[in-house]
């Protein structure tokens, strides 16, 4: 996973990149919990609610969630994990296709 994380470019203004393991696993408390990001306690070591923030918001925009979730399916795949008899697709996170055909009105 760590070779998929962003790392901020050397010579970049702003304060120091946090370890980025311990912002992916605040992001993962938060999202499993759900508490407030402001909520993040700084004992646990994963930086602060903002930071955690931001590096969700900054991951998702460069297809960072994305490209971990197709390692893992990648590597399930290539150990005999998944069983496609009990795959299925739920509607509810398939995109319809948009100016697809709608059915005819009733009269």
Not at 6 to 23: E, N, S
Not at 41 to 53: A, D, I, R, Y
Not at 60 to 74: C, P, S, W
Request: charged share 20%; glycine share 12%; net charge neutral.
């Amino acid at each position: 996973m760590e070779p998929l994380l962003p790392v901020k470019p050397a010579g970049t203004p702003g304060p120091a990149q946090h370890d980025l393991r311990l912002v992916f696993q605040g992001i993962v408390f938060v999202l499993f919990t759900g508490i407030g990001w402001e909520d993040l306690p700084q004992e646990l070591g994963f930086g602060s609610g903002m930071t955690c923030w931001c590096g969700l918001r900054d991951w998702q925009t460069a297809g960072v969630f994305e490209a971990i979730h197709r390692a893992v399916l990648d590597r399930s795949n290539a150990a005999g994990l998944i069983d496609f008899d009990r795959v299925m697709i739920d509607g509810s996170h398939v995109r319809a296709k948009e100016g697809a055909p709608r059915p005819a009105r009733a009269r």
